[in-house]
């Protein structure tokens, strides 16, 4: 048989449970030393590596060659720390923790584990998730799942304490953190987090350095000791602190002693009173975050149904009191701060997995949440839930998620938040951007993947960068494309990023990259993308065969005057081709409007022969070939040609060559052959008779017109709107 596990892989003790087979009830499984939690701590020595309470006390003793609090820099990729020679991250050092877990689990229970849950706080962020993840991997655990060390507490308080309605404070407060998240438990064993706030650096070392500095200054009264200059004595206290700490949860006032190198024994009296008023500050932060989060929760402090106290530092009373002035209540004392995570985890371990949710809230001023389910109601009595398969937790996303874009009015870049904070999980969103391709350009678009939901994108966590490839540039839309921009926040917290190009149905290449050192661009204006046109090779080759004697040549020829008065020639330059049974140049690429309008009026009937046995294209490709700018084809064409496979095969090559071209006819030209010749079917302009030929050019005009759009690539003035999301 083989076990299902949760572990709460804390900052300062971590924890594993499982549910019993036997009994159906969550339980710890003791370390080798027989403890139920375990120093997040880990001692290298003499080439051996130890943990548990050897390496705590070596730790709290100030020896080299131990690691601890490792977990606060997760998903940094730089070194933790240096031990006889060999370098550790924190993703190491987790992993090494979890593989000692895992073994004594196994040796314990005498089982191969299956599958774990370990959890996270609940702002971890998606880089520090994945850390966790991949560490559990190295440590050889097949990982189910992470989830949220609140949610975790919640669902093993939850088991036998189940409230319809009630709203829950979970308030963990653990030696290098400080968590408070509200969860709501709804009717049928539904737990869902409401909303969830916390602080990295905020836990019970804190209190630990205020116990040490009352205690140097005591010491330092009674002794006379300089602390500042004997290193050793500081290391004493220091490593007294805690245990102090401890010891005023239980009593109110003690005696310390301690042995000083140069002095020699020395006590003093230390009492829970002054250590309180030497740390109220630090609690009032906490205060600060709970009723920060009821407001956030649109309810108010009588909504709280109870207050769920989770973390070793939640044993000073203190905290209990402080919460109970604040709420009008006690805390709950029914779970065990130090395991009713790991419990959590083990329940959890043993259930199903959640759908993907859609998202389902209004999102207003494109970062706060204004429609939220109503969460109030009234508070059923207490009972015990009647197994484990009755719970089913709902997950919220601790922050937001957005990208880079332009703002609307293209004066600035901003957080386009794709996802808000505090939406259920696991869920996938979707929002489209405008983005300008280029002719010859890579058409890469960047994504840079914001966490949190400050406005400016510079005061967010940018976990990752993306770049997408494989962006098809279309001339006919003048390269104007939609990129649709996918985000999944999955059950573990994980992100996924994937794009699509307009209706297309499979997805682009996304490549995930470090975020450059240098993102300063984007606290300055985002570059304009100028509306200078861009220069303009323009072919015009008009039919001279029979057919367009008198009238239709005459209308061609005035059409294409017309036409030519409307270029800029600042930018464009246009070279004029008859053709019918061979091709002449009549006009090279020229500068002068006057000289183009002259070579027009020039053109006659059959100065090439009165049949169609040849095309322009050959001519038209040699010519522009190594121009820089657009590139631009009219070939003007009545009745049908004799080789016009072989004329359709050269369109294509310069096509190729990157020319676009555009067939006009009119009488009996082949409305085919038009299409086949043109670059696209927009390009591709049929008119009944000559006199309509003004209106063909008319309209290759106002394409060409926008030829300032053609260039440039990337995001545009951003029009960033919420689409439908796809199947990952
Ligand atoms: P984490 O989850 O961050 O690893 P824990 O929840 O295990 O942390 O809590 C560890 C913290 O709790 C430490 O700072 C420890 O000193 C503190 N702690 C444990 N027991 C007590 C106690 N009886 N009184 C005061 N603080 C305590
Ligand atoms: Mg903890």
């Known amino acids: 048989m083989s076990i299902s596990i949760g572990i709460d892989l804390g900052t300062t003790y971590s924890a594993a449970a ?9 339980e710890i499984i003791p370390n080798p030393e027989g403890k139920k939690i375990t120093p997040s701590v880990i001692q290298f020595i003499n080439g051996k590596i130890l943990f548990g309470s050897e390496a705590e006390e070596a730790f709290n003793e100030g020896a080299s060659g131990c690691a601890a609090t490792f977990k606060r820099s997760m998903g940094t990729d730089g070194i933790y720390c240096t031990i006889g020679g060999k370098s550790y991250t924190a993703e190491n050092l987790s992993s090494m923790l979890l593989k000692y877990i895992k073994d004594y689990v196994e040796a314990e229970t005498g089982e191969k584990i299956k599958e774990a849950v370990i959890t996270v706080p609940a702002y971890f962020y998606a880089v520090e998730r994945e850390a966790t993840l991949r560490a559990a991997q190295d440590a050889g655990l097949n990982v189910k799942k992470i989830i949220d060390e609140p949610n975790a507490a919640a669902m093993s308080y939850g088991l036998n304490h189940w409230r319809e309605n009630a709203n829950i404070l979970v308030y963990d407060l653990g030696g290098g953190t400080f968590d408070v998240t509200l969860i709501h438990m709804q009717g049928n064993g539904e737990l869902q987090t409401v909303v969830t706030r916390g602080d990295h650096f905020l836990g019970g070392r804190d209190w630990d350095n205020r116990l040490q500095d009352i205690l140097i200054r005591k010491f330092s009264d009674e002794t006379g000791i300089d602390f500042h200059d004997e290193p050793e004595s500081l290391r004493i206290v220091r490593g007294m602190s805690e245990r102090v700490k401890k ?40 205060g600060d975050f709970c009723r920060g989060l009821i407001d956030e929760a649109g309810i108010k402090i009588k909504d709280v149904t109870d207050v769920l106290l989770v973390g070793g530092s939640t044993r000073m009373p203190a905290v209990s009191n402080y919460l109970a002035e604040i709420f009008g209540k006690k805390p709950l004392a029914h779970v065990n701060p130090d395991e009713a995570v790991a419990l959590g985890a083990a329940i959890q371990a043993t259930k199903g997995n959640e759908e993907y949710v859609g998202l389902s809230v209004i999102v207003k001023d494109n970062h706060k949440v204004t429609e939220r389910k109503n969460f ?65 350009g890579n058409n890469e678009m960047e994504i840079y993947v914001l966490q949190g939901d400050k406005i400016n994108p510079l005061e967010n966590l940018i976990p990752f960068k993306y770049t997408v490839t494989g962006i098809e540039h279309k001339s006919e839309i003048k390269g104007r494309t ?18 699509r190009q307009d209706n297309s149905t499979s997805n682009l290449t996304v490549t995930r990259e470090h975020v450059p050192e240098d993102i300063s661009k984007f606290s300055r204006p985002p570059e304009k993308i100028e509306a200078k046109p861009q220069n303009l090779n323009l072919v015009m080759a008009v039919d001279v065969s029979g057919s367009m004697i008198g009238k239709p040549l005459d209308d061609a020829k005035q059409a294409m005057c017309d036409f030519i008065e409307k270029l800029d020639f600042d930018y464009t330059r246009a070279a004029i081709m008859a053709v019918s049974d061979r091709t002449e140049t009549v006009c090279l690429l020229s500068s002068s409007k006057s000289r183009c309008i002259r070579a027009v009026n020039s053109i006659e009937c059959g100065q090439t022969g009165y049949e169609n046995e040849t095309h322009p294209f050959n001519e038209i490709e040699s010519l522009l070939a190594n121009e820089e700018g657009r590139k631009f084809a009219i070939v003007l064409a009545d009745g049908v040609w004799q080789r016009q496979d072989k004329a359709v095969k050269a369109a294509r090559m310069c096509n190729n060559s990157g020319i676009e071209t555009s067939g006009i006819g009119f009488g009996h030209a082949d409305e085919k052959f038009l299409h086949d010749i043109s670059s696209n079917d927009a390009n591709a302009i049929f008119v009944q008779g000559s006199e309509d030929l003004g209106r063909a050019f008319g309209t290759i005009a106002q394409s060409l017109g926008g030829s300032s759009e053609i260039d440039g690539g990337g995001l545009t003035g951003l029009q960033a709107q919420d689409v439908q999301t796809w199947e990952s």
Do not use: C, W
Not at 252 to 265: C, H, I, L, Q, R
Not at 384 to 403: D, F, P, S, W
Not at 482 to 499: L, R, S
């Open 482 to 499: 939609i990129i649709k921009v996918q985000y999944t926040y999955d059950t573990n917290g994980i992100i996924k990023v994937e794009a």
């Open 247 to 286: 010891q005023l949860s239980r009593i109110t006032s003690f005696e310390v002693s301690a042995d000083f190198p140069n002095y020699g024994k020395a006590s003093v009296d230390i009492s829970r009173d002054e250590f309180e008023a030497g740390t109220s500050d630090l609690l009032r932060r906490t």
């Open 18 to 26: 499982y549910v019993n087979p036997q009994t159906g009830i969550p």
């Open 376 to 440: 109030l109601g009234l508070v059923k009595p207490e009972r015990k839930l009647t197994g484990l398969e009755v719970i089913t937790l709902r997950e919220t996303t601790a922050h937001a998620m957005g990208m880079i874009a332009v703002s609307q009015d293209g004066t600035r870049y901003i957080n386009d938040i794709i996802i808000p904070a505090n939406h259920p999980r696991p869920v996938r969103a979707a929002k489209a951007f405008s983005f300008r391709t280029s002719l010859r």
